[in-house]
Structure formats: C-alpha cells, structure tokens
C-alpha cells in the first residue's frame, strides 16, 4: 500500500481547505494512511510532516507497519500527544478533527492540554469528513485484496449450498459458515453473520438465533469476511421445498431490482439514481412500501463506508468505488427477499466482485 500517496493526496486535501494541520483518531482512517493495525494510535499530519503516536505495546508493531510517518511512543493517551505536537509545529496556527469520530469528552482533553492561548483557537471540527472521502476511491492493491475476499464469499456461499438443510438451527448455519471461513484464511467475519429463516428471513438485519430451518421456506445469508483488512459483503437468499407462484415472483422482482441497479452503476452516475434504478423495479410490483432500506453503501476498511447509495444521494460514482447493491423485500410474518453483490465502479459501467448464482436456489 502507498502510503505516501495516500498522506500526499490527504496534504492537498488539506491544502484547500485552509488548514496546517489535522489529528486522525478514527483507526480505519489512520490504517489506510500509516499501515498502522493497532487499537490505540493517533496520526499527526502537516504540509511537512507526518508523526504516528501509539503506546508502548506496539513499539515493535508500529516500526514494521508504519513507514509513511515518523513513530513516537507516548505514555498518556495518543491523541492528546498528536494535538501537543501539532500546537509545537512552526507555521501551524490550527488543526482540524473529524467531529464525526470525536467526542466531547475527548475534545475537552485535548483544549486542556494545549497551552493557554491556543485553547479558543487551534482546534476546527472539519466541514466534511477528509480521510472518508480520499477511501472512497480504491488503488490497485485495494482493489485486489477485495476482489480475493470477495471470491471467498462466494466460494462459501458455494459451499453452504452443499450444508443448508431443515432442521438445522440458524446458529449452525453461521457456525459452519464463520469455521470455513477462518479455515480459508479470512482475519475475521465483516460483521456478525445474517442467517435469517422462515418467517425471520422478513426482518433485514436477521442475526443467526436458535430458530430451526424450516422444511420450506426461505433463508437469507448475509455475510462477509475481511482479508488484508478489506471487508467483503453478499447476500444470498434459498428456497428450502418447492416455492409458491407469489413467493417466486416475488424473488424474481427482487432480482430484477437487483440486476437493474447494477446496471445502472457507472461513472458519473449519481447514488440516488442508482437506488432509484432499484426503487423503481419494486414500486412497478407493488413492493415499494416493502423495500425499506437503502439500496447500498461504500465497502472497503469498513462494512459501511461512504458512499451511500441511497434515495437522493447527490455523491457521483468514480472509478475505483466499491459498492454494494442489495435491494431487499421483507413481508412481515410471512418472508423476506434480499439479493446483494459488491460491485467496483468502472470508467464505462461496473463490474461485479460476487460472481455467486442468483437465481432461485431451491434445495
Ligand atoms: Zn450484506
Ligand atoms: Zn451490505
């Protein structure tokens, strides 16, 4: 990963918006610019220079990932160190924060800590997220890493396919899905694995509980696994039995949803359209009141990240975005549909990193 051009890239960034200086606290923004993987750090940065503060736990850790800025190792809390240093640096009268990864118990440390005349003055919550929107466009080796975990899905999706039975409780399920997943080498789940059956498959966030797989009906698998750090994230959803006419038209606008929107994904294309590509599909079926969420998010460090493809959504797809596209139907007490796949944005259109069959699977 080039993390100097990620710094040089976040220096311009900087550059514009008027500020000398900037402390990054929220870790995912500080690993994708220093390399560092520790829980406790704080990222410095200037026009000049770059200084990473973490705690003597990670003397060792720091000095083999961090190589785009100079390591100190501090005593007290990291953060208040990065804000000390950046008040010491010559020409820098003020440093942003990202408000949004902030809190006010922390804010009050780092005013207490800095000398008296720089209290009112040296700290400004940033207008917008900086770090955010530079991760949203993915390089090269990004885009490998997620390519790679996101084939694993679909190798385990494949695999599940060969294990999914009644009588199974959803536990199991995820149980055997999260096994095959360490077994291949993923660092962790992206998040806690959705095994959602029967009647459950109609609640959108259905985490594995003890409810047993039904002889017919539906079961949603929503899951991910990191890899280099990079999350992956798909949804599948079976048929246990043999499906009735409603609940195969159903899926099937699910899927034309589904395969719309990511048609719709290109280069300058903007969010809302793209969910409205999705939105439009379903509303036709008489299902818009049944798709509630938003059609998709930005993937990358984090499950969630910017941006969001959601109804409105002014933000324009560029090339390198990564983005899901996962529109859903959910029919309380009765069932629930999701499709979803992780696609790259191209200069031309999109390309899918979720290869895994989506129509019906009965078994
Ligand atoms: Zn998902
Ligand atoms: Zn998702």
């Not at 008296?116 to 207008?127: C, E, S």
């Not at 991760?135 to 695999?159: N, P, S």
């Not at 109804?311 to 499709?339: D, H, K, N, S």
Request: aromatic share 6%.
């Amino acid at each position: 990963m080039d993390h100097f051009r990620r710094i040089g890239a976040l220096r311009r960034k900087l550059t514009r918006a008027g500020l000398p200086g900037l402390v990054v606290t929220h870790l995912p923004d500080l690993r994708y610019l220093s390399g560092f993987t520790g829980s406790s750090a704080a990222l410095a940065v200037t026009r000049r220079a770059a200084r990473l503060f973490t705690d003597g736990r990670y003397t060792a850790q720091a000095a083999e990932e961090v190589d785009a800025a100079k390591v100190e190792i501090v005593s007290g809390a990291p953060s208040v160190a990065a804000v000390q240093w950046l008040a010491a640096q010559p020409g820098v009268e003020m440093a942003g924060f990202d408000p949004s990864w902030t809190t006010v118990a922390e804010l009050t440390r780092w005013k207490a800590a800095l000398p008296g005349r720089l209290r009112r003055t040296f700290l400004t919550a940033l207008a917008g997220p900086l770090v955010e929107n530079l991760r949203r466009v993915k390089d090269e080796d990004e885009l490998a890493l997620m390519t790679e975990a996101a084939l694993g899905g679909c190798r385990l999706f494949e695999h599940m396919l060969g294990f999914i039975r009644p009588g199974l409780r959803e536990i199991e399920v995820a149980a055997e899905l999260e096994h095959q997943a360490r077994l291949m080498g993923a660092e962790g789940m992206s998040f806690e694995t959705i095994v959602a059956s029967g009647v459950r498959s109609a609640l959108p966030h259905g985490k594995a509980t003890n409810a047993v797989l039904p002889r017919r009906g539906f079961v949603t698998l929503d899951f991910g696994i990191i890899l280099g750090g990079y999350c992956s994230d798909m949804t599948r959803t079976v048929f246990l039995g043999r499906p009735k006419a409603e609940e195969r038209r159903t899926y099937n606008a699910v899927l034309e949803a589904q395969e719309t929107a990511v048609a719709a994904v290109s280069s300058g294309v903007s969010c809302g359209e793209v969910d409205e590509a999705a939105r439009a599909v379903l509303r036709r079926e008489g299902l818009a009141e049944a798709f509630s969420h938003s059609t998709g998010h930005g993937v990358g460090l984090e499950i969630h990240e910017a941006p969001r493809i959601g109804a409105g959504q002014t933000t324009r797809l560029m090339p390198g975005m990564v983005i899901t596209i996962e529109p859903g139907v959910y029919l309380a007490g009765r069932f629930g549909i999701r499709i979803e796949d992780m696609v790259v944005v191209t200069a031309t259109g999109g390309q899918v990193l979720t290869p895994a069959p989506k129509a019906l699977i009965e078994l």
